[in-house]
DNA sequence: TTCTGATTCAAACGTACATTTCAAACACCT
DNA sequence: AGGTGTTTGAAATGTACGTTTGAATCAGAA
C-alpha cells in the first residue's frame, strides 16, 4: 500500500497536516521534516523557501477545487431561471468533497489550511488567493445577488464575508468540536456532515432580512463589484 | 491629556493593540515593549511571562464584560415568559458596546483578541475561557434553547459554533473589512455597525430549519475515519 | 566503468526569541 | 539625610528558527 513517495510528495504531506493542525507560523521546518522524515534542507531544496512550500501545500488542493467552483458556478448562470440561495450553495459541498480524492482527509484539511491562511498570516495569502481566483469568486457574488435580489450590496458583502468566517473558523477548530460533540451528544460527525449542517445555516443568515434599525446614516450603496 | 501611565499599563495597552493585529504568538515581547516605551525586562517582571501577559490582556475586558452578560443571562432566565432569539442575541451588544469604557476602541480590540484567542494558541487559551467562564456560557446556551425549543441539543451545538465562528473570524479580520466596505461601498462602518449587522444575520442562521438532507456518501463502508 | 547532473546529508550561519541576571535608579519611609 | 524595598536598565543566556553551504551519495547515460 505504503509506495516509495518522492521526497517531495513526502514534505507536502508532511507539512499539510502540521499546517492545518497548528498554522503556518507556528510549524517549523524542522516539525516538518521529521515528520516526512527527509533532510531539512531539503525543503528549500525543492520549494525555495517555506512560504513557497505554503502556496505548494495550498495549490494542490486549489489548482482542483477552483475550476471545478469555476464551471459549477457558470453553469449555474448559464441556466436562465433564477436560482435559489440554497441551491447556489450546494455546489460547494460536491467539489469540496472531491477534495478527498487528492488525499485522504482532503477536505478538511484543505478547509483547515484556508482559515489558518486567513487569520494566520497579515495579508499575503489573502493577497494570493485573491490575485489567483478572485474571478471565480465574482461569478459566486454574482450568483448569490440574483438569489436574493432585495440584499443591497454592502449587506451582501458583509453576508458573504460572515460566511466565510463561518465555514474558516469552524474548520480550524474542527477537531475539537467533533470531539465534544461525539463526547456530549454521542454524534459521530464528520467533515461531510459538517458541510451539510452548514448549508441550511447558511441559507437562512445570507437570505436574512435586513435590519431596521440602522444607528448609521443609511446611505444608497452605488458602487458594485466585489474587486480587489 | 497624556497622564502618566504605570508600566504596567503602558504594557497592557501595546500588548493588546499588537496582540489584536498579529496575534499573540506573531507579536513578540520587543515589538510590545519598544512600542510602550519600556524596558523588555518589565514585562517578565510584571507578569512572570508571556503566557500570564496574553491572560492579564485578555483579562482586563473579560471581568467587566462576563458579569455583566451573566447579569442580563440571569435577568432573562428570570422573565418567566419565552424570549425569542433576536432578544437573546441583542443583551450581547450593550455589555460588548461598553467595553469602549475599558478602553478606547475596547469592544474591537477585544473581538479581536477573542478571535486570536480562538485560532492562535493550542488550547491553552480555549480552556482558560471556558474554566473561568464556561457557566455564564451555559445560561446562554439554556436560552437559545427557550427561544428555539424544536432545535435538537446537537444542532444548537453547531450553531452556537457556527456563530462563535461567525463573530470571532469578522473581527479578526474586521479591518480589513471595513476598509474594503468603504472602498467599494461608501459605507463606513464601525464596530457597532458589524454588531448591529451580525444580529439578524445569527438570528436567522440559529433558528433555520433543520436540515433533512441526509449525506450523499454511501452509508455501508465506515473506511477512511475521520477522527484522529 | 567513468562521467555528470540531480539529490541528500550533516553541519553551520546569522537572526530573533523569551527569559534571566544583577547592578543602577527610584520612591517612600523615619 | 540615610535606609529599604520596588522598579528599571543594559547585557547576557540558551533555545529555536529559516536558510546556506559543501561534501557525499545517487541515478542514468556514455
Known amino acids: 500500500m505504503t509506495s516509495k513517495l ?16 497548528t498554522g503556518f507560523n507556528d510549524t517549523s521546518l524542522r516539525q516538518i521534516t521529521s515528520l516526512a522524515e527527509v533532510n531539512l534542507a531539503s525543503v528549500n531544496y525543492h520549494f525555495g523557501s517555506k512560504k513557497e512550500l505554503i502556496q505548494a501545500v495550498l495549490q494542490r488542493y486549489l489548482v482542483v477545487l477552483m475550476p471545478r467552483l469555476d464551471q459549477e458556478f457558470t453553469r449555474l448562470l448559464a441556466s436562465q431561471q433564477a436560482n435559489n440561495l440554497s441551491q447556489v450553495l450546494s455546489v460547494f459541498v460536491k467539489p469540496l468533497l472531491e477534495l478527498n480524492k487528492v488525499h485522504q482527509n482532503g477536505t478538511r484539511i484543505f478547509l483547515q489550511l484556508l482559515g489558518r491562511g486567513y487569520t494566520d498570516v497579515q495579508g499575503h495569502l489573502r493577497w494570493f ?41 469552524t474548520m480550524a477548530s474542527n477537531e475539537a468540536l467533533a470531539e465534544i460533540a461525539e463526547a456530549d451528544f454521542n454524534e459521530k460527525v464528520d ?18 432580512p435586513v435590519s431596521t434599525v440602522t444607528p448609521i446614516s443609511h446611505t444608497a450603496p452605488l458602487l458594485a463589484g466585489e474587486g480587489r
Not at 6 to 21: M, R, V
Not at 196 to 201: A, E, G
Open 6 to 21: 518522492s521526497t517531495q510528495h513526502k514534505i507536502l504531506d508532511a507539512a499539510q497536516s502540521l499546517f492545518a493542525e
Open 129 to 169: 488567493f485573491n490575485h489567483n481566483y478572485g474571478r471565480v469568486l465574482d461569478k459566486l457574488v454574482l450568483l448569490v445577488q440574483q438569489a436574493c435580489p432585495d440584499l443591497p450590496p454592502g449587506e451582501l458583502f458583509w453576508r458573504l464575508h460572515f460566511s466565510l468566517g463561518t465555514v474558516v473558523f
Open 191 to 208: 467533515i461531510e456532515g459538517v458541510i451539510l449542517r452548514l448549508l441550511p445555516y447558511l441559507s437562512a443568515a445570507i437570505a436574512a
